[in-house]
């Protein structure tokens, strides 16, 4: 296979000289040449989008820093996935689409110079922009018509400021990732989408505690996925898994399947290991097994919520460790962030089911170790139309810290359910719930049950 150095195209790796065409033009001599791989020799190398070919392998030596430019009119319009809607949207810094084949790899770095991007979100929401302004986002509104009406995530659809991921490959097959690092992107770092055959290994990913949306992997609509012993810091949920939002992700569906998380770390952000919001193709046959969540404000979190439909089911977690989380495991069909509290999706009476009527079965947690749990121990609340059903938590440990002085309200985003006393592990709406070899330590009542069936092996639970 054809290999090259980036600097032979006439890149620059001064942090100075724009080498977008020198990018481009070494990509498509990969690309006529049937593939092979290009070399990121030490430096800083500036540049706008980059789009990869099949049998492509990008390596990055170590001190090679790929920075993209931060100027949102370098990342034109492009159809793709963003926050469960299809539709038009910024072009991502790395993109592939309907390719295979490809590798990014070595001891470099991609550094999406979020901080630009951040600020620019941040100014529109003090100055609260309710609707597009400038010619970028007008024109994207011209090409999504009907995206006031969308589910929304909370990143910015309303006024159609569609950041960019970072790392994007969309429709592709036997994709790698391995060892590099991704810092500072503009909107979710790692999104691979209706993509088969994702290893993803070694990574670093990392983003300021405060960095808005700035998820660390969402593997959305994929299947046959592997992320190993990788460590992540980050905004917003750490590893998430996905498969779009509402009627258009129930019209694609495209499950998330066949995933195994394994030996990762994530500290500070929303969540360690994170299914939904947008769950609507459905997520299933997913292991995580052998992490650690630190710091972060949940550990297990599975969030969905009425109108955003889909099968959850066939999960497992074991083996966790989880330290000073606000909740180490949460179950939440009634998820608020992104929601039009007119829409009635918080009724704390039962709903007719339908399509768009979310389900959550056969969840089983063992091996847990959680700590400090600075709001609760733990927090189930499915809907009393669609119970959480099936769910076995087996030899697991769990302390609340009854001196943090954090509400029992704030174990995850829920809108439409009275906040309980206590620290306690709640549930809510819940179908043959199995505890056995359980111990929570802390609160005066260990757990509080509000409805379900629940079979409590004797001598189990502990306060």
């Known amino acids: 296979m054809n290999e090259y150095s980036l600097s032979f195209f006439g890149a620059r790796g001064d942090g100075q000289t724009d080498n977008s065409r020198a990018f481009a033009g070494a990509l498509e001599t990969l690309k006529e040449g049937g593939g092979g791989t290009l070399r990121v020799e030490r430096g800083v190398w500036r540049t706008g989008p980059l789009e990869l070919f099949s049998n492509t392998t990008v390596d990055l030596e170590a001190g090679a820093v790929i920075s993209f430019i931060p100027e949102p009119d370098l990342y034109g319009p492009v159809y793709t996935r963003w926050e469960g809607i299809r539709c038009y949207a910024m072009h991502p810094c790395i993109f592939s689409r309907g390719q295979e084949h490809i590798t990014l790899t070595g001891a470099g770095s ?22 597009p302004e400038s010619p970028a986002e007008q024109e994207f509104a011209r090409l999504n018509p009907g995206f006031e009406k969308q589910p929304n995530g909370g990143g910015g659809r309303g006024i159609q400021f569609l950041r960019p991921p970072l790392v994007q490959f ?55 996925v592997c992320i190993e012993n990788c460590r992540i810091s980050v905004g917003d949920d750490g590893i998430a898994l996905k498969s779009g939002s509402g009627e258009d992700g129930i019209k694609a569906g495209k499950p998330c399947r066949d995933v195994v998380v394994r030996g990762c770390t994530v500290e500070d952000g929303h969540g360690g290991i994170v299914i939904g919001s947008e769950t609507a193709g459905g997520i299933f046959q997913v292991l995580a097994e052998d992490c650690r969540f630190l710091g972060t404000d949940r550990g297990i979190r599975i969030k969905t919520r009425r109108g955003r439909g889909g099968a959850i089911r066939d999960l497992e977690f074991r083996n966790i460790i989880m330290e000073n989380n606000l909740c180490p495991l949460v179950i939440n069909m009634y998820y608020r962030c992104g929601a039009d509290i007119s829409d009635g999706f918080f009724s704390p009476d039962p709903q007719p089911v339908n399509g768009t009527t979310p389900s959550v079965k056969n969840i ?5 170790r959680a700590s400090g749990c600075r709001a609760s121990a733990g927090f189930i609340a499915g809907l009393p139309e669609s119970p959480v059903e099936n769910l076995i938590m087996d030899q697991c440990e769990f302390s609340t810290d009854e001196q943090s002085g954090v509400s029992p309200g704030e174990s995850d985003m829920f809108l439409g359910i009275p906040v309980v006393e206590g620290k306690s592990f709640r549930l809510l709406h819940v179908k043959n719930f199995e505890c056995k070899g359980v111990h929570v330590q802390g609160p005066a009542e260990a757990f509080i049950y509000q409805s379900g069936r629940i079979k409590m092996h004797q001598g189990s639970v502990t306060k």
């Open 110 to 131: 991609l550094d999406g110079n979020g901080p630009v991007w951040w600020d620019l979100l941040r100014d529109k929401r003090r100055r609260g922009q309710t609707g």
């Open 170 to 224: 969309l429709n592709c097959r036997d994709v790698r990732l391995e060892n590099i690092r991704l810092v500072n992107s503009p909107f979710w770092t790692l999104h691979p989408v209706f993509c088969e055959g994702l290893v993803i290994r070694g990574l670093s990913i990392s983003n300021p505690p405060d960095a808005p949306n700035t998820d660390g992997i969402d593997i959305d609509s994929c299947g046959d």
């Open 364 to 368: 089983r947690v063992s091996g847990i």
